[in-house]
């Protein structure tokens, strides 16, 4: 079905990244609590156990999509050989660890393969017009991975291999839109496009601003590309309604951008009962932000948008807010589970929010027409 076919009838269709493999394999071999025993199969289990029990898979306009298993030339568009082999040589020792944050399994060279081609197929099925919207529930994450290293739980890069894919396989040369809302600033992923116009990197994360680290409002980009890297940090213990005061900004933003294409970073570890994450956000800020930017993406580029999962590691809470995300671009009534019937309004962080947006604000302006 063509984009212009659904879009006479209303009836988008949304495709979704689904393989068991995801859900089975790549146990972190550490017990609770430790950090990395959070990136489980168990995520992706529970999200598919979720969206079964609410029958998501038997509404007709949703698709079940199959990913890819990429090779090894594919991957190195995006990383080094070394990265690349020391990945294989400790899956094939069945073991491994790097640094304190990434664990290795048999499973997970081959797994993090498919996880770039989950993320691929995502992205390409949006732009070959097979559906309108997609969703890749893919494991491991990828947005803190570097060129030459493994980080933060994450493997490869899954989002800048794919655009590199898209650049250098499929002469596909129009603008990018990256919208990252995971927890942590995605300081992988903004590294490879810092200086590259045909790339916008939106991120909106929690911040430290009492230690203080990277992901600051003043890290704008270089060369050709200042200005087409954005921070938007909101304080630790933001509630929804600080998370969305956020979506002002970003509708300016991709306004005058217009781009082709809006790749998002879902990350769902700033849910408040997230092991990992420090703010109070509930499902109604992942559906009100999926609703906004759905009908942003149909204003500008034909409603193109990719969900790439990123983090979230509530085993109850992750399923939850991906469900929020299906409802939203299904265009359908959402309602909370009723454990989120909390209140989190003590905790505003109206004022920071306030002072963070104008001093944002000022330091853009140089660089947007819109922003004043």
């Known amino acids: 079905m063509t984009s212009f076919t659904c879009a006479m009838t209303g009836k988008n269709k949304i495709g979704i990244i689904v393989d068991e493999d995801f859900a089975t394999k790549n146990v972190p071999p550490y017990p609770y609590p430790t950090f990395l025993s959070y990136e489980t199969p168990l995520r992706i289990k529970s999200i598919l156990s979720y969206l079964e029990k609410n029958e998501i898979f038997k509404n007709e306009r949703i698709v079940k999509l199959k990913p890819s298993t990429v090779e090894e030339d594919i991957i190195h568009l995006a990383h080094t050989k070394y990265h690349i082999n020391s990945i294989k040589a400790l899956s094939s020792r069945g073991n491994g660890l790097l640094g304190e944050e990434v664990y290795v399994t048999e499973d997970t060279f081959e797994l993090a393969k498919k996880a770039i081609g989950g993320a691929i197929n995502a992205i390409t099925s949006v732009i070959n017009h097979e559906v309108n919207q997609s969703i890749a529930l893919i494991r491991p994450p990828g947005h803190h991975a570097l060129r030459e290293t493994a980080s933060g739980l994450c493997i490869f890069n899954n989002i800048a291999n794919s655009i590199i894919f898209l650049r250098e396989k499929l002469q596909y040369t129009k603008r990018i839109a990256i919208i990252d809302i995971d927890a942590h600033f995605g300081d992988g992923l903004v590294q490879y496009f810092y200086d590259d116009p045909s790339v916008l990197y939106f991120s909106i994360h929690e911040y430290d601003f009492v230690e203080g680290e990277i992901g600051f409002i003043d890290e704008l980009g270089t060369g050709e590309g200042l200005g087409k890297s954005i921070n938007f940090p909101i304080p630790l213990n933001s509630n929804d309604n600080d998370f969305l005061e956020s979506l002002e900004l970003l509708e300016l933003i991709l306004t005058e951008y217009k781009p082709d294409l809006i790749l998002i970073a879902a990350g769902f570890d700033m849910y408040f009962a997230d092991p990992i994450g420090n ?70 962080k109206k004022s920071e929010i306030s002072k963070i947006k104008s001093s944002l604000k000022k330091l853009l302006a140089t660089y947007w027409s819109s922003i004043v």
Do not use: M, Q, R, W
Not at 294 to 320: Q, R
């Open 279 to 348: 703010c109070l956000l509930t499902t109604i800020s992942y559906y009100k932000f999926t609703e906004k930017l759905l009908k942003i993406a149909e204003d500008i580029c034909e409603g193109k948008l990719a969900f790439i999962l990123e983090g979230g590691y509530s085993l109850i809470g992750l399923p939850v807010c991906v469900h929020s995300v299906i409802k939203a671009l299904l265009k359908e009534k959402y309602e909370p589970p009723p454990f989120e019937y909390l209140d989190f309004s003590s905790n505003s």
